[in-house]
Every structure is written in structure tokens, then in C-alpha cells.
DNA sequence: TTTAAATAATTCAGGAATGAAATAATTCGG
DNA sequence: CCGAATTATTTCATTCCTGAATTATTTAAA
């Protein structure tokens, strides 16, 4: 059984929180509810559609907008993952010629990553496939509360950066 | 490297969307990243302060609601992952003695599993702990705030669920 | 300049997670 | 009642991901 069948039938975490959880709690619960739902559509959509997954394609899309290529530290930093992470996403993409690694000449202990041509034409018609799925998943909101919870989201991302520093 | 060390001083891949993508693609840019900010902090205190993980967290919290136990399946469904994945949780939790597998007399097939006295003991510790950290990490919104975006995550969820019946 | 510290990447062990296949028990149609 | 389909759980191969240790290179300090 995979999570869209069991996602169809069932209610989540978030749904079933007791009236009494905390404000905080529900919204946490409701947050990460909500990002499950779509991050397991995205991962089953492009395992369904192109054979891949969503650090591969994530990957991809790092270096897509980055032309002249980028370390392995600077994936790892932006992806947000840890640098053997990083290692093991990049050889599968290499052994099926999408990346390529270049050994930067300026610096032997680096090497610069590159999308292939056939990288990028891969790529390419994956990202305009994705951005139809997330469309149709998102775009039922309308515009002014897409602003608004894109807005609210970002507000709650700075204070969490915040609490970093201070009591946690 | 960790993820809070690397989230510290860099954009992550949200912050860097660049200007003209799609209203949707940003929204759901910024969900991910909001969400992975906080579930990566989460699982580094779980780690920390209790040596434990978040699905062995999540499991328990889903047991200590369900005083008369859940069977494995009823717990892949509210956990929303694979049956497999609900095997290898519980083996590990029985392992420590926190929760326990019993043979259902209804039903031959089926285990009924429940948190041991030293599982409740452990869970209520954690649970206290986890709640205060996230009113830490979430609480900073305030409460208007908080209801409002707590309201317009719930309306994309149901869109979320929708999408799944039509197109896509 | 030689040594020490810092940085870049890889390797490794171990926990998660999936989907598919296997096993066992139940239910249902005839 | 019997066999077929369904349901519950486990096992397995594969991928992902982390944090720690390792190797190689660069930078900085004495």
C-alpha cells in the first residue's frame, strides 16, 4: 500500500490532535502534515514520470541555475544535506551521465559539479512537468492567499532562525 | 557539518527562488523549507536529550493515545509510512522495552501493540520536553498569527487532498 | 619555510523509508 | 464446505541521510 492510498482513507497525525494540544503543537503538526501530503505526490510523480527522485532532482536543479557548476560543498550547503549525502547523489547522477564532476583547477581539493547537455535537456523537461504538478496541487488557493500564507510562512521561518540563538 | 550549522549562514534553496517563478512553485518552496527547518531541529534535540529518533517519537505519541493498542497496520496508516517501516520501528522500540507486541484473540494475523509502563514513563518525559521546544520554535508567532496560518495551511491541505481526484 | 589548523571531498556504519514479494490467516462466493 | 480473493505482517533489496573518521590539499602562524 503506498501513502496515496493510505492518505485517501485515512485521516493524519495533524487531524486526529486532541482539542487541547497548543496552539504551537497544532500548528507544527499541521505544517508538517500538510508538506508530507505534498512531498510524497511530488516524490511518486517523478518516480512515475522520469524514474527518479527528489534529491536527484533537486540536485538538478541546484545546478541548473548554477551554469558554471558548484563544489560539492556548496550542493551540500544549499540542498541542506551533509556533504556524504551529497557524494552519493552525485556518483548516481554521474553513472547515468547527467552530472559530470570537473576538477577545479584553481583549488586540487575541489571538484565543480556541471549538469551534462544531456543533463540539462533532462532536466529541462522535468522542471516544466513539476511546476504543472505543483500548480495543480497549490494553485487552488487563490492568489491572495497564496500571498498571504507565503507571507505568513515566511514570517515564521525568521522567527524559527531566531530561536536558534536564544533559549534553544 | 550539521544542518543547523549549515542552515545558520546560507540561503537555503527557498530563500534563492529566483523572482519570476510561479506564485505556486514559491509557496511550495517555502513550505518545504520551513518545514525541513524545523523537523531537522526537532530530530537533533530528540537526539540530544533523549538518544531517540522522530518515527520512534512519532510511533509512542501514536500509542500513547490509543491506550488499548494499535495494530501494525492501524499504525502505518496514522503514521502514514510503509508497513515494512512500521516492522523495523517497533522491532527496535521492543528491543529497548519501550512498547510490546500482542497476538490479538480475534484475529490470528494480527499484532495489537502497546507501549510498555516504562514506554508511558518515557513517552510523557519526551512529550513535555518536545512541547516546550516547540512553543520555543513556533511560538514567537502570535496567537492571531498562529490561528490564521494555522487556517490557511488547513484550506491548502483540503486542496492538496482534492487535487489528488481530478487532473492532478 | 615548516608545522599546525582549516577546508574539501570521500568512506563507512547505522537508522529510516519504500515497494515488492513471501507467508499466514480470514472472508466470501458458490 | 472449498477455493479464491483479501488482509496483516514480515522480509528483502535499494535508496537516502547523518555524523564521524579519513585523506588530500590549502592557508596561516611561528
Redesign the pocket.
Known sequence: M??KARAARQPDAETRASADDHDALRLWLRLFATTSLIE?RVR?LL?ERFQT????FDLMAQLYRAPDGL????L?RRM?????????????LERDGLVQ?VP?PE??????VRLTPAGRRSFRAMATEHERWIVGICGGLGAAESRQLAALLGRLKAQVRDSEEDGR
Chains 1, 2 share one sequence.
Open positions: 503506498n501513502a510524497s511518486r518516480q527522485t527528489l534529491p536527484r563544489s560539492m560543498g556548496e551540500s541542506m544535506v551533509s556533504g556524504g549525502n551529497v557524494t552519493g547523489i552525485t556518483d548516481a564532476r577545479d583549488d586540487r581539493r575541489v571538484f565543480r
